[in-house]
């Protein structure tokens, strides 16, 4: 069964540095990726998916990721963090078997001004 | 385009109670996924609706249940509502049935915020 794992739960960084939000997976054969945004009492925002091609995926509000399939992780990355950046971020996974999304437990990013 | 629309946003019951909460997909979307998100347990899976078919379901009991009608609305009941009941309800839409389409986008509501008292 796939499984999905944010090893940080909080993660704080400076306004104007760059920030790494990290997730590991593991899944059997390909496995397409997500990165979800959720703000305060609101619903989760798709941000990118990595299904097949180049490692490197951009989205939205200058997010990317970065898929490395020997380390199994898919990290989400932003050059230059802003304080609206703040919010809880959901990496999930699905599987050519799976059926449904998994997600992981989300890691809280803290941008401080 | 209009996004995933829940109804209510948010809601107070108490203990053996029932609720239902309803779910608007994104228009053109068929498939309605619901999820119950709380601080201790994440996201979890409830179902999946396509077509008015149940296409998948998580592991909950059987007091959980759904439906999807022909306009591919759908609806969540929760019967004998227990404390631990109270969560965040997210309902999610695609194009596509979720098993069928691995690469498709799933579009979030708002949540249904339940709290059981």
């Known amino acids: 069964a796939q499984s999905v794992a944010q090893p940080e739960d909080q993660v704080n960084v400076a306004e104007g540095n760059p920030l790494t939000v990290k997730c590991t997976y593991s899944v059997s054969g390909n496995p397409y990726l997500f990165w979800y945004v959720q703000y305060p009492n609101r619903g989760l925002q798709f941000l990118l998916k990595y299904i097949t091609g180049d490692n490197l995926v951009k989205g939205s509000y200058g997010f990317e990721a970065e898929f490395n399939k020997s380390q199994t992780s898919f990290h989400l990355k932003k050059p230059s963090a802003l304080v609206s950046d703040s919010a809880l971020y959901f990496c999930?996974?699905?599987?050519?078997?799976?059926?449904?999304?998994?997600f992981g437990p989300g890691t809280r990013l803290s941008v401080l001004p | 385009k209009a996004g995933v629309t829940q109804t209510p946003r948010y809601l107070i019951k108490t203990r053996g109670q029932q609720v239902t909460l309803s779910c608007s997909p994104i228009s053109g979307h068929r498939s309605v996924s619901w999820y119950q998100q709380t601080p201790g347990q994440g996201l979890q899976f409830l179902f999946e609706y396509f077509s008015e078919t149940q296409r998948n379901k998580g592991n909950f009991p059987g007091r959980f249940s759904g439906r999807q009608f022909s306009n591919s609305r759908s609806e969540m009941n929760v019967s004998t509502l227990e404390l631990g009941d109270s969560a965040l309800y997210l309902c999610a839409s695609s194009s596509r049935p979720v098993a069928g389409a691995r690469t498709d986008t799933q579009y979030f509501g708002p949540g249904t915020r339940l709290t059981v008292l």
């Open positions: 999930a996974v699905r599987d050519i078997e799976g059926q449904n999304f998994v």
